[in-house]
Structure formats: C-alpha cells, structure tokens
C-alpha cells in the first residue's frame, strides 16, 4: 500500500462550498484514506477583491458538517505571494523566464492579428531574448515563463487517459503581474510542490490548466504530481448544472434536511462506482475507492434519487441519532429558534418515542420535523383544512363517545387505548378506520400521521384527551 500519497482540496473563497466542490472534497479524502495518505487543504483567497471571510467560514463549516476534515490546518495562499514571488524571481536569474514589457496596447494588437490570421490569441513572445537595457523607462514588467516552443507536453491523467498539448499554442504565459503578485497557475505549482502534493485531483475544465503548470514543474526540476480530471456534474437533463439541477451550497442542502451521510453516499455514485452497490458507508467507499474508477463521462446530478437515498438512511438511522440531527439542524432554519424553545427535555422524550413511527415516511429531516409537529402544538390545535372538513358533526359526536371510553382506561397504553377504539369499532359497526380518522385529525390536526396509537401513547392521557374535548366542544 503507498504511504507517502498527498491530496489536497483547494477552493477558492468567493462564495458557498458548491456541490461539486464537495464531490471533489470527497473523492480526495476517498483516496487519502484508502491509501494511508492525507488530505490538506488550501484556501486560495488571492482573488481579494471576490475573496470573503464569511466564505471560508461557510467552506469549513461544510467540510466540517460533511465529515471531511483535512488532516492539517488549512493554508492560505494569499499570504503565501512572497514564496510565489521568490521563485518567479528564481526563474528569471536562471534564464527560465524573463521580464516582459509589453503594453496593454501592444497585447489588443497581438489579439487582433492573430483573430484575422485565424490563430489562436497568444503572445508573440516579442520580449523574450531581448536585452534588459531596451526596457521601456517607468514600465513595471510582468514575469513570463519561457516555454519550450516546440514538441509537446503529455498529460497521463488517472481518468482522462493519454492528453496531448502542443507546446506552441501554450506560450509563454505570466508568472508575476506587474504589480509583484502571482497568477494562478504559479501560485498554484509553488503551493502545491511545497505542500508535498503527490496527487491532484480536481474537475476536467483544469485540464489545460494542468499542461500550463506541468511546464512550471518541469522549468524548476520539480516531480510532477499524478494527476486525475473528472468530469463536472451535469443536470439531469445532460445539460450544465446549474441551480435548477441542484447547484447550490452545501449549507441549502444541510437547510433542506439532507443527513451528510446520505449526501456523501450520494456523491461517492456520481462519477463513481463500485459494482452495484448503491447504498454503502463512508468506510465503505474509503476501502474500495481508485481512481481509476472514475467515469469519464459527466455525471448527472437528479433530485429524485438523493431523496430516496436519504430516506433510506433516515430509516436506518437510529432514533437518538435523528434527533440529535434535528437538534444540529435548527440553528439553519428560519423558524429554529421557536422549535428549539419548544423542544423541552420532555417533548424530546415524546419526540425519540414517536421516532420510529415518524421516519417511515419521511424523506428529510424537514418532513420529519414537520410530522412531529403535532407533539410541540399548543391546544387548541390548528387544524388543517382536510381535518376541518373530516371533523363534521357526526365525526365529533363519535369523539365525544370515544373521550367518554378512553378517559376510564386503567393503564395509558398503546395497547390498551387501541383495544378500547377496536372494540369501540365493532360495536357501532365501524371499520376501524371510521374511528381512527377524526381521532387523527383531532390529535395532530392533520389526516395523515404516524400510527393513531402511538400518537395517542406518546401524548399521554392528559394531553390526548384534552385534545379530543377540544374539538367536541
């Protein structure tokens, strides 16, 4: 097994941890964990204008909600630009690039020409051997790479395979602006060689990216990382994602009630695979994953297929762990508070008692909370409008003859009150459901809920028949 592997994550702070983002995120953590490497994370905020603190929080804070932590601090690679500088300057004094005087003019006009020769833009390398004494008085110069003008530069990427650029169309590209800071693609190259990065693995539109910093590795002698271009996530309908497929930020789909682990599960699927296992845990995919696993085609991201997915983990789950889920969840919902301030020591004993009931038909944790709703509502209830119109006079009458037999059973049980409704039932000639019905909506204010019985043991004699009397009236 190798031991030395290092991946690393490397968003950059201009807005939420996307869902594609997390993919990556994962499919890194995957492989450092399946070969007894480590993930390291780098912030690259040298964007500053775009580059915000309350995105780095929101970057971590999803990393940390998905279980994705990196195994050192993270880096920031803005302040990181004199190291950037250092080897850019390094370069030039080894005759690996040079400084360039070129005026913004000068570069529309190389645009222009190369656009009516049908060539792609590119700098025509008018500064590249000329002498230093023929700079232009007063002008700051960029740093550009000198690149190898011929032959071609190979990429062996983990997924996509065998990738060919020619070197005369890469050109001699900036290393350092004008005004002394790092482009990308040095910053980039530096942090990665110096962080001991032995595997990059991040979306296929940085694959030109990778021929473009291969020849910075190369230029300064430095080992290339391994490297592994996966496909962007794409919509259901094949077409770009974008926030109608589900482009949103980690914290929409913590908002929405998805658990992380049901959300990793779901993005181990997309790109990847491992047989037909389609239902696996964390350790799971940490053992099983390669990377050479990974489709190279674009995986399509369908709403449909996360929420059965998250469904099953909501069953499977168990009922301390929902809870504690639903705790966690609250701070991110815009009615947290008040469900928090009604969720007393009692009422969570009543809701992990209903749990089992509850999470059979919910999909997320917001339809969980919702069906639980009728534990934490305050008499009298606010019924919906089917139980309004359920709720007739006959149905009331028969709520005030089953209040009459249920306020005399012995022991409040789930058995004992279904036994008294059952027989109830039978004496008026009624299915069961006749009965059960407005007791349903009497109870919870709603025509569906979990088992009648178990809501009526769960609220406990006083406040079950409280509720009755209140819709007898």
Same mark, same amino acid.
Request: no cysteine; glycine share 8%.
């Given at each position: 097994m190798t031991t030395n592997v290092v991946t690393r994550f490397a968003p950059s702070p201009t807005g939420y941890l996307h869902i594609g983002g997390a993919r990556t995120a994962l499919f890194n953590w995957l492989y450092a964990r399946h070969t007894g490497g480590k993930m390291l994370?780098?912030?690259?905020?040298?964007d500053r204008e775009?580059?915000?603190?309350?995105?780095?929080?929101?970057?971590?804070?999803?990393?940390?909600?998905?279980?994705?932590?990196?195994?050192?601090?993270?880096?920031?690679q803005f302040a990181r630009a004199g190291r950037h500088a250092e080897v850019a300057n390094e370069m030039v004094a080894r005759g690996l690039a040079y400084h360039c005087y070129a005026s913004q003019a000068e570069l529309e006009e190389m645009r222009e020409?190369?656009?009516?020769?049908?060539?792609?833009?590119?700098?025509?390398?008018?500064?590249?051997?000329?002498?230093?004494?023929?700079?232009?008085? *007063?002008?700051?110069? =960029?740093?550009? +790479?000198?690149?190898? %003008?011929?032959?071609?530069? #190979?990429? $062996?990427?983990?997924?996509?395979?065998?990738?060919?650029?020619?070197?005369?169309?890469?050109?001699?590209?900036?290393?350092?602006?004008?005004?002394?800071?790092?482009?990308?693609?040095?910053?980039?190259?530096?942090?990665?060689?110096?962080?001991?990065?032995?595997d990059i693995i991040r979306g296929d539109d940085?694959?030109?990216?990778?021929?473009?910093?291969?020849?910075?590795?190369?230029?300064?002698?430095?080992?290339?990382?391994?490297?592994?271009?996966i496909p962007l996530i794409h919509g259901p309908d094949g077409a770009?994602?974008?926030?109608?497929?589900?482009?949103?930020?980690?914290?929409?789909?913590?908002?929405?009630?998805?658990?992380?682990?049901?959300?990793?599960?779901?993005?181990?699927?997309?790109?990847?695979?491992? *047989?037909?296992?389609? =239902?696996?845990? +964390?350790?799971?995919? %940490?053992?099983?994953?390669? #990377?050479? $696993?990974?489709?190279?085609?674009?995986?399509?991201?369908?709403?449909?297929?996360?929420?059965?997915?998250?469904?099953i983990y909501i069953r499977s789950s168990s009922d301390e762990h929902l809870l504690q889920s639903i705790l966690k969840l609250l701070p991110y919902l815009p009615n947290g508070s008040e469900i928090q301030a009604k969720l007393t020591p009692?009422?969570?004993?009543?809701?992990?008692?209903?749990?089992?009931?509850?999470?059979e038909r919910a999909r997320t944790l917001i339809e969980l909370i919702d069906s639980a709703g009728y534990l934490l509502a305050e008499r009298p209830l606010q019924l919906d409008e089917k139980a309004t119109t359920m709720l007739d006079a006959d149905a009331k009458a028969l709520l005030g003859e089953l209040h009459t037999r249920l306020s005399v059973v012995d022991e409040w049980t789930v058995a004992a009150t279904?036994?008294?409704?059952?027989?109830?039932?039978?004496?008026?000639?009624?299915?069961?459901?006749?009965?059960?019905?407005?007791?349903?909506?009497?109870?919870?204010?709603?025509?569906?809920?979990?088992p009648i019985f178990d809501v009526l043991g769960v609220l406990g004699r006083e406040e079950a028949l409280g509720r009755i009397a209140d819709q007898v009236g």
């Open positions: 994370l780098r912030i690259e905020d040298t775009r580059s915000t603190e309350s995105a780095i929080d929101a970057i971590l804070d999803g990393l940390d909600w998905l279980g994705l932590k990196s195994d050192e601090a993270p880096i920031f020409l190369a656009t009516k020769e049908g060539r792609p833009p590119r700098y025509d390398g008018r500064w590249r051997n000329r002498d230093p004494k023929d700079a232009p008085a *007063g002008v700051k110069p =960029v740093v550009r +790479l000198k690149a190898p %003008q011929d032959g071609e530069t #190979v990429i $062996d990427d983990k997924v996509q395979g065998r990738v060919v650029f020619r070197n005369d169309v890469l050109d001699d590209f900036v290393l350092l602006r004008s005004d002394g800071t790092p482009t990308y693609m040095l910053a980039v190259v530096v942090d990665d060689h110096d962080m001991g990065v032995t940085h694959l030109t990216n990778a021929a473009r910093q291969t020849l910075i590795y190369r230029a300064m002698g430095w080992d290339v990382p391994r490297m592994a271009h770009k994602m974008s926030k109608r497929h589900g482009a949103l930020g980690v914290d929409a789909y913590r908002a929405m009630g998805y658990l992380p682990e049901a959300i990793l599960n779901y993005l181990a699927r997309l790109g990847w695979s491992h *047989g037909d296992d389609e =239902v696996f845990s +964390l350790s799971d995919a %940490q053992k099983w994953f390669e #990377v050479t $696993d990974i489709n190279k085609g674009a995986a399509r991201f369908d709403f449909a297929k996360l929420e059965h997915l998250n469904a009692e009422r969570q004993e009543q809701l992990l008692a209903s749990m089992a009931g509850l999470k279904e036994a008294v409704v059952r027989a109830f039932a039978e004496e008026r000639g009624l299915k069961l459901g006749k009965a059960a019905q407005p007791l349903r909506a009497a109870l919870t204010g709603r025509t569906m809920s979990p």
